[in-house]
């Protein structure tokens, strides 16, 4: 297959990550117009709760998921509670998505600057079993950990959509979603299903965080780039359609790695931002999506 | 069954209603009537909890509805199809049903009431698998009374039913609405445009003007009185529409 082939693999298994960083900034700003610009934030968070699960105890991160998800569903309730929940008072989801913008940025200083106390400023990785191991599959490199994430990705994103197509909760949310006040009127506890809305994409940031620090690193201040990672995907998914943000992630993921093999690896973050600027330009509604954006 | 006692609501600093108060009894159809800002729309909502009044008391069976969100107030058995229908315009007519029934008084009937609703608008049957959002106007209507009936409210209130119908629809839609009123035992309230047809069908009637109680009374009687007619309901408009 060669270098090309070799790009593709690779495009494939980073675009996967990049889909699955992007689910819970998707599911928030779908479901309830929150820019949540702490999601780089909440994936180091939960990319730390691994790592120090590691660390401390020689837990697999792949096995530490289950604990990632609930704590850092946890924090995504507190985060509601306490944060957000006011904001559905404002009359305007133009007010809403700003006003969900200047919070969540304090909470970035907030949370960032706890971490760099509590785990010191160092940047950190999860040095494990698979880590630097690759397969050879028709005449290609397939790094393990990128397979791991890969398969995460699909399950998480299959699941995700299992629940918002066929379970009463899914229905809740895409009801609220469409329009909150009639959803009330259906006898739907919006509140409630906002709660738990933001708790799961605050669990999917955690769930992005493991396979982060699996593959890559983290840092208490390195949650930017991730984040602006997840904007370009969702930008391309197109706002609000939460099933093609895997493919969109993809999609990124392949632009990306032809990109650097043009222009070469420096170039890796222009290549992402131009595609957002250009995608900005002549297609806000993303490439998946033929509704048109109104507020 | 529902008691609206001496509430008024803003809007912003903008007094919207002043003083309400009425009564709907059990098997009951009643109508708001009053051109268009009268405040109709508003004690609608005021009831469904979409806004709180200030001052007065909204009581159901005897309960104070008082400080309970929306969802709070269907669980309580009343339901609204709001202003404009607001179905779910990228969900299935099926889907817009099944969320209907939220409500934990109205899940395990969930599959008799659909089965009622279908019989009342047999169209919703063939249409069940068509998104909400591509419904002619009729079909939406039939599907929010529906959508509403999924709830089991003891209550419906109906805002502005016709808006938008041709004549040949409202007919079957206020049929229909009998129907529901006569066998499932549902008290209705409906603010409706057509005044003679809203009047025909209700038992009662209450003539809102500039967010007054402007008169009421039996449905018959006021239909036959000119002076309300032609004071409240007449050709003359002195007020900005809606």
């Known amino acids: 297959m060669g270098m090309f082939g070799q790009t593709i693999v690779y495009g494939i298994l980073v675009g996967a990550m990049y889909g699955l960083i992007t689910l819970g900034l998707g599911l928030l700003m779908g479901v309830m117009k929150f820019l949540n610009v702490a999601h780089g934030t909440f994936i180091v968070l939960g990319g730390f709760v691994a790592y120090w699960l590691f660390a401390f105890y020689g837990v697999n991160p792949y096995l530490s998921i289950p604990v990632v998800i609930i704590v850092m569903f946890l924090v995504g309730l507190v985060v509601y509670k306490v944060t957000l929940s006011p904001l559905l008072k404002l009359p305007s989801l133009g007010e809403r998505i700003n006003s969900s913008m200047l919070i969540t940025f304090g909470i970035i200083y907030v949370v960032d600057n706890l971490m760099t106390i509590l785990f010191k400023p160092d940047v950190r990785s999860i040095v494990g079993p698979f880590t630097g191991r690759s397969i050879d599959f028709i005449g290609s490199k397939f790094s393990v950990t990128g397979l791991f994430g890969l398969a995460i990705a699909v399950i998480v994103g299959v699941a995700l959509y299992f629940v918002l197509a066929r379970t009463s909760f899914g229905k809740h949310v895409r009801a609220a979603t469409q329009d909150s006040e009639a959803a009330g009127l259906c006898g739907i506890n919006v509140q409630r299903t906002y709660l738990i809305s933001t708790g799961i994409a605050v669990a999917l940031a955690g769930i992005a965080g493991v396979i982060v620090v699996s593959s890559y690193s983290i840092s208490p201040n390195g949650g930017l780039r991730w984040l602006l990672v997840a904007f370009v995907v969702m930008m391309l998914a197109g706002e609000g359609n939460l099933n093609a943000i895997i493919p969109a992630g993809l999609v990124l993921g392949l632009l990306e790695a032809v990109g650097v093999l043009l222009v070469g690896a420096s170039y890796r973050q222009v290549v992402a931002l131009v595609i957002f600027i250009v995608i900005l330009i002549f297609r806000p509604q993303g490439l998946f999506t033929k509704r048109s954006l109104h507020y | ?242």
């Open chain 2, 1 to 242: 069954m529902l008691e609206v006692s001496n509430i008024s609501a803003f809007y912003g600093d903008i007094q919207a209603l002043w003083d309400i108060s009425l009564t709907i009894n059990e098997g009951e159809i009643i109508t708001l009537i009053g051109s268009n800002g009268s405040g109709k729309s508003t004690i609608m909502k005021a009831i469904a909890g979409l806004m709180k009044p200030r001052g007065g008391n909204i009581t159901f069976d005897g309960v104070s509805l008082g400080r309970l969100p929306s969802h709070g107030i269907v669980d309580m058995g009343i339901s609204l199809v709001p202003e404009g229908r607001r179905l779910f315009p990228e969900m299935t007519v099926l889907e817009n049903l099944d969320v209907g029934a939220s409500a934990k008084r109205a899940r395990e009937f969930k599959h008799s009431t659909m089965d009622f609703i279908f019989g009342l608008f047999p169209i919703l049957m063939d249409r069940s698998r068509q998104v909400a959002g591509t419904l002619s106007g009729g079909e939406q209507q039939m599907l929010a009374i529906g959508r509403a009936l999924m709830a089991r409210p003891k209550l419906l209130l109906i805002d502005e039913m016709s808006l938008g119908l041709s004549p040949i629809v409202v007919d079957d839609i206020l049929q229909a609405i009998r129907d529901v009123n006569g066998t499932m035992n549902v008290s209705i309230a409906l603010v409706e445009q057509d005044v003679s047809a809203a009047l025909s069908i209700a038992d009662r009637g209450y003539v809102v003007h500039h967010g007054r109680i402007a008169a009421e009374g039996d449905a018959k009687a006021l239909r036959c009185d000119s002076r309300i007619m032609e004071a409240y309901l007449g050709v003359y408009v002195e007020e900005q529409a809606e």
